[in-house]
């Protein structure tokens, strides 16, 4: 059960994230689902919608629509999916090259990655491998400070 601290931290966070351009998406608390209707495509950077939501549901997890030219790999954990997304990540950075320095990193719940990176265009893969997933603005991820399961997400390096 989080305390009126969790929930002030949330409203916050949604506010932060909109007045920094980062669409905003009302999530059931505790979960990954959409509380709105039309679902990530009412995410929004407008702040009074963001200011009014959370003033009444203050629990309600993040979720982020990536921006155009942003993607994010989501690398699973086995804890959470029973794949191990971090060994794919790390042959692939073995393959193709580190990382871009200082690109934002949320953990997840379940101990995945959220590695957002800029993208100059042309066709995308759903998928990098076994345990990474490949999110871009047709869909959403579930963002800092928000939790599944009572465990909260966090950024490591922030967006």
């Known amino acids: 059960m989080q305390d009126s601290t969790d929930d002030d931290e949330l409203a916050a966070a949604a506010l932060h994230y909109a007045r920094n351009g980062h669409a905003v998406l009302p999530l059931f608390p505790g979960t990954k689902v959409p509380r709105v209707k039309r679902g990530l495509h009412a995410a929004t950077t ?25 993607l994010v790999l989501d690398v699973e954990s086995v804890a959470g999916h029973g794949v191990d997304g ?19 990193i949320a953990e997840t719940a379940t101990g995945g990655r959220h590695i957002w990176l800029r993208c100059d265009g042309g066709p995308l893969v759903a998928s990098l491998g076994s345990g990474i997933d490949v999110k871009k603005h047709s869909g959403y991820l579930v963002v800092p400070p928000s939790r599944i399961n009572g465990i909260p997400y966090r950024w490591i390096v922030p967006l």
């Open 46 to 70: 407008d702040i009074e919608t963001v200011r009014q939501h959370w003033d009444t549901h203050s629990r309600d997890n993040i979720g982020l629509r990536p921006a155009e030219g942003v």
């Open 86 to 104: 971090h060994a794919t990540l790390a042959a692939l950075i073995a393959e193709l090259g580190p990382l871009p320095e200082n690109c934002p």
